[in-house]
């Protein structure tokens, strides 16, 4: 798998899980060997900050939300005060960090974002 970002969108890519089909593939002059390629949308970029960033055991200021996503973080707030309620988040200053129990449950906490409008 790989995300490569771009000035102005995201695109996901996949390739073929068999190295036969992988090389086969690649014999094609059009593909290569890539299974699936995706752009995502900009509904999808938020999440998909939130996705990478809840990885990060030292957090992410919040600034930063802004500036990867072109999103307010208005519109994520009512989702991290949530997660820090349930303990899964630490809110300190200017930074968002996952606690253990987050780390811990991280698929949960990822998806508390999922649908976050």
Known sequence: HSK????????RQNCLKSPQS???????KNNHGHKKKKTLSVKEV???FMLNA??????????LFSVRTGESFNVI???VHEAAEKKMLSISHNKIKPTKMG???L???Q???LNYH
């Open 77 to 79: 707030e009512k989702i």
């Open 46 to 48: 938020p999440f998909e």
């Open 4 to 11: 490569i970002t771009f000035h102005d969108h995201i695109e």
């Open 54 to 63: 809840l990885r990060l055991t030292n957090g992410f200021n919040i600034d």
């Open 22 to 28: 992988y090389m086969n593939q690649l014999t094609n």
């Open 107 to 109: 698929n949960d906490l």
């Open 103 to 105: 780390l811990n449950f």
């Open 111 to 113: 998806q508390m974002f």
